[in-house]
């Protein structure tokens, strides 16, 4: 990036420079004037007032202010620090994908950084997040680290991530005067993390020889008038075949191990064979807990229901009898009382000696003529009465329903008592 500031001269003094400036200016021409009227003879004050220098004065207009104007060019991908300050940039560094370059705004008057990063240099205590740039400058291109211990990233990184050649890069510097240093274009080098391998030993080199301890040189006793028994004992013992002390006992470390790998198994296959049996017989014991309570709730539910069928049933059998003769009585009273009504409408239908005549009124129920006695309610069959002079008594007139309470003759009372035996 790059930046080109065009700006309009212009000179901004202030009303006591004004007044000093005129005073200066008058004494100057004064001494002048009276200088040249000594020299050429001619009157000072006379001049003085021609040339208007008695009371001299500044005149000044208004003038705008004039800001300078900015005009920022941005290349088309990042550049990297190319070793030099701009004095007329703000002095803070901008991170650019980790390049650590120049901020390009203008500064804010005479402070050291534009605005934006004045204000983030506030919020942390006076210094930019990521440094100034006269803290790049006094350290090599890759050796600054800024305040929080971070570092440049490579511009190769960079290269490879916009997918640019070092001849784009060069061609896109050289449009803003940038020269690009030729660290910039080289690979970093890459740190193998973890432990530094270790050296190989050539095992060809080391002789070869038999494995354990080296053999003790066995010290020769010989005894005095048994020299041939001695010889004859050493002679039999190198013949014999002796494995070496080191290979004895690593095959004794080895069988301890084995021993101990096999008695480890055993114990945990033990172990796993009880937590199994503990784990069955518990299963089971639940098991037979389970069906003996659902036993046990079943029997329980058998017998109540049973008790409870024998319950109703006794009750059922003691209450059939006493009602049985409850209803016949009922129905032979009902029956006995129809009767007694009926004889009694018959006989008041009946003119007395001693009592006048019975007065029928005819009435009409459901589209049906009746004839129904005004003195005792009886009602009458309109229909036999006309045809046969028959006073059949068909019921009784009921005052509070308005209806006809119809009675029933006995042959209909006697088949209704043989039906409820029947149903019995």
């Known amino acids: 990036m790059s930046s080109m500031m065009i700006f309009e001269s212009s000179v901004y003094v202030s009303e006591l ?55 920022i060019e941005k290349s088309s991908f990042p550049l990297p620090f190319n070793g030099e300050l701009n004095y007329e940039c703000c002095y803070a560094l901008r991170q650019n994908s980790g390049l650590y370059t120049q901020c390009k705004s203008v500064r804010n008057g005479v402070n050291p950084y534009c605005k934006q990063c004045q204000v983030l240099s506030d919020k942390s205590d006076g210094m930019p997040e ?19 211990g971070r570092k440049p990233v490579a511009y190769s990184k960079i290269m490879k991530k916009y997918k640019i050649s070092k001849e784009e890069v060069l061609d896109e510097a050289s449009k803003f005067n940038i020269h690009i240093n030729e660290a910039h274009f080289a ?20 002789e070869k020889g038999p494995k354990g301890r080296p053999k003790k040189d066995k010290k020769v006793i010989q005894i005095e008038g048994d020299v041939d028994d001695l010889f004859a004992a ?62 046990e709730k079943e029997a329980k539910i ?14 059922k059998e003691a209450k059939k009898p006493s009602e049985g003769k409850a209803k016949k ?46 003195k005792s309610g009886i009602v009458y069959d309109y229909k036999e009465y006309i045809d046969n002079n028959n006073q059949l008594v068909i019921g009784k007139w009921n005052n509070t ?17 043989d039906e409820d035996d029947e149903d019995e």
């Open 187 to 206: 690979l970093p080098i890459v740190e193998k993390r973890g432990r530094p391998a270790s050296k190989t030993v050539d095992k060809s080199a080391i």
């Open 302 to 315: 058998a017998s109540e229901k049973e008790a409870k069928e024998a319950k109703i049933a006794s009750e």
């Open 329 to 374: 009585a009922t129905k032979a009273a009902e029956g006995k009382a129809k009767e007694v009504t009926a004889a009694a409408a018959v006989a008041s239908l009946k003119p007395d000696e001693e009592d006048e005549q019975d007065v029928v009124k005819k009435i009409e129920v459901d589209g049906k003529k009746y004839l129904k006695s005004k």
């Open 401 to 417: 329903t308005n209806k006809i309470d119809f009675s029933k003759s006995e042959e209909e009372i006697e088949e209704e008592y």
């Open 17 to 71: 420079l004004n007044r000093q400036m005129v005073s200066a200016a008058q004494e100057l021409a004064q001494r002048a004037v009276a200088a040249c009227a000594r020299h050429y003879d001619f009157d000072c004050d006379e001049a003085l007032e021609m040339l208007g220098l008695v009371n001299a004065h500044v005149c000044h207009s208004k003038v705008k202010d004039v800001k300078p104007k900015v005009i």
């Open 130 to 148: 990521y440094g100034t740039i006269q803290q790049r400058v006094e350290v090599g291109i890759y050796d600054y680290v800024d305040p929080k």
């Open 234 to 295: 050493l002679v039999a013992d190198a013949n014999e075949p002796q494995e070496p002390e080191g290979k004895n006992e690593v095959k004794e470390v080895k069988e301890v191990k084995e021993a101990k790998i096999a008695s480890e198994k055993e114990a945990k296959e033990a172990k796993e064979a009880k937590i199994a049996s503990e784990k069955e017989t518990k299963k089971a014991k639940i098991a037979s807990e389970k069906e003996a309570k659902k036993q």
